[in-house]
């Protein structure tokens, strides 16, 4: 065999190799849709967003599904996961509104969204909003399921190169605290609804001070549980001082929202 059948057979082996990557690049799935928030930031497929209110607006996110191919799609959502909650106090928008969620169940009930070509859903103020504190301790979750569906409302279960489901967590948890000194190692804090929930193991006084050092308020804390409402006091941050006998003292910044 002379050189120039080596050096043939050589371009064709390589030619080969090209093609085939490229089949595999080009094969890859691609989204036929994401999910944006209010601002057009893309959120990951399966990403938690989370939460440490219940009141509005705090609690609310606003969100748009954007069609990314080049013709015009449906799209349903599900529940499929709840869990700390019955998930009737979730309040979810996608082309209508529903106080209250069931496991998979495809909203719009009775229709879908149709998406045109590289837009969002028409429809404004499309959101998750839940409005279940839960039992204070363990977080408030949905997990919801976008997908493609046909001009029947059945989903689409196969289109070739194009991935036709998206999933978004909501996760709401109290907000929560621990101390670190052993005098208060056994004294416990969430906040929930503007409700400052404090469980100490004995006599505290606890103060609130702004940012700029100035006291909001003072209160005695009694040995078990202690709710101070703090529904009067503006949203930002605040430093929490606990003191105890013998001049001990311990604090924490916390945020009202």
Known sequence: MNSISKIMKIKKYLYSILFFCSLLLNSQNEYA???????????????VLEFNSVQYPNASYIFFVRNLTSEAIN???????????????MEFCFGECYFGVELNTPYPLNSFVTIEPGETQTSIGDHFFNQDPGDGNNPVSF?????????EGNEVMSIPELMTDYFVTYQY????????ENFSENLQ???????????????????????SGKNILTTQ?????????V?????????LKFNHDFNRSDHRKILLN
């Open 75 to 89: 799209v349903r959502a599900e529940v499929l996961n709840i869990s700390g909650t019955d998930g009737s106090m």
């Open 189 to 211: 804090l969430y906040l929930n609804q503007k409700i400052l929930t404090i469980t100490a193991p004995s006599e505290y006084t606890v103060s609130l001070f702004d940012t």
């Open 143 to 151: 997990q919801f399921r976008f997908y493609m569906v046909d001009s």
């Open 33 to 47: 849709f994401v999910v944006e928030s209010e601002d057009g930031e893309v959120l990951e497929n399966n990403q």
């Open 231 to 239: 529904s009067s006091i503006a949203n930002g941050i605040y430093i």
């Open 221 to 229: 804390l009694i040995e078990g549980i202690n709710s101070i409402d």
């Open 173 to 180: 948890q109290a907000q929560s605290f621990s101390l670190d």
